[in-house]
T-cell receptor, first 115, second 113 residues
């Protein structure tokens, strides 16, 4: 089975712009979660989608949004980019919602640099 | 408010010796505790987990210990190998309708040959 894929792998944007990141989960996985990784804060949970519905959300401003499509692919959007949004954005998929399993499979991430 | 704390940012051990990575948490309501390993330019990889009702789980060279009274979690790697050099994240999971996985900041482990 192919693993979790994320596109693009690297991205450079300017402050004030918006960006859309894409994640394709492992085939058959219905839950997709997004995380932000920065040197100072480590890994932080952004949100989780299951069957096209956002099931949980971390403590991030409304500039961060996401959605999931019927094929379980997910996109994450960040509007009005700030320098502090520079980070590695990781997507993870799992077979079911978190309550029923403890293994998430992560993609390689998208490295976003905001200048 | 940090729910998961990995207070030591780095650890260096000699190949063949034991590596002990520590993690503290603040909330007694977590259901599972997990460790992930991350190499540069890759996503984290699930390593081992433990349920809140257990105090030890072993998988090959990796053992996780849970001390609920101290709200402390540790990962033991023995014997340590150079390929174990990576960043290790401790994570806690609350299950249910608002399930969420919360990670610590990570510990960089270096295993010297």
């Amino acid at each position: 089975k192919a693993g979790v894929t994320q596109t693009p792998r690297y991205l450079i944007k300017t402050r004030g712009q918006q960006v859309t990141l894409s994640c394709s989960p492992i085939s058959g996985h219905r839950s997709v979660s997004w995380y932000q990784q920065t040197p100072g804060q480590g890994l932080q949970f952004l949100f989780e989608y299951f069957s096209e519905t956002q099931r949980n959300k971390g403590n991030f401003p409304g500039r961060f949004s996401g959605r999931q499509f019927s094929n379980s692919r997910s996109e994450m959007n960040v509007s009005t980019l700030e320098l502090g949004d520079s980070a590695l954005y990781l997507c993870a998929s799992s077979l079911e919602v978190w309550g029923q399993g403890v293994e998430q499979y992560f993609g390689p991430g998208t490295r976003l640099t905001v200048t | 408010d940090q729910q998961v704390k990995q207070n030591s940012p780095s650890l260096s051990v000699q190949e063949g010796r034991i590596s002990i990575l520590n993690c503290d948490y603040t909330n007694s309501m977590f259901d599972y505790f997990l460790w992930y390993k991350k190499y540069p330019a890759e996503g984290p990889t699930f390593l081992i987990s433990i349920s809140s009702i257990k105090d030890k789980n072993e998988d090959g060279r990796f053992t996780v210990f849970l001390n609920k009274s101290a709200k402390h979690l540790s990962l033991h790697i023995v014997p340590s190998q150079p390929g174990d050099s990576a960043v290790y994240f401790c994570a806690v999971l609350t299950t249910g309708a608002n399930s969420k996985l919360t990670f610590g900041k990570g510990i960089t482990l270096s295993v010297r040959p």
